[in-house]
């Protein structure tokens, strides 16, 4: 069966593709990684609330990957540095 979905959706799952690819670089090929997607696409192939097939093609993907692997993507994520770059865009008085 054939998932149909529209052009928006399926761009924004074309995106959240994309950015598994570079987290699973040099691990995965891009190859496997489009077949595990794709297997994943079509587990959403009936879904009711298109809005959200992206989110769980990327879950589903990330998942299956991880089975396979064994290989979590770290994700940088420095709380203080963020705010950090945030910050220095505004005015001092506001961080007064």
């Known amino acids: 069966m ?3 979905f529209d052009a928006i959706v399926l761009k924004q ?8 690819k570079a987290e699973y670089r040099g691990v995965v090929s891009e190859e496997s990684i489009d077949l595990v997607a794709r297997e994943s696409l079509q ?8 809005q959200f097939v ?3 093609v990327g879950r589903f993907t990330r998942e299956r990957l991880r089975e396979l692997t064994g290989f979590r993507p770290r994700v940088e994520l420095n709380l203080l540095s963020m705010t950090a770059k945030l910050a ?9």
Not at 45 to 50: G, L
Not at 88 to 96: H, N, T, Y
């Open 54 to 56: 992206s989110l769980f």
């Open 88 to 96: 220095s865009g505004f005015p001092r008085e506001i961080f007064r």
């Open 2 to 4: 054939q998932a149909a």
């Open 13 to 20: 799952v074309a995106t959240e593709i994309r950015n598994i």
């Open 43 to 50: 587990q959403l192939a009936n879904s009711k609330v298109p």
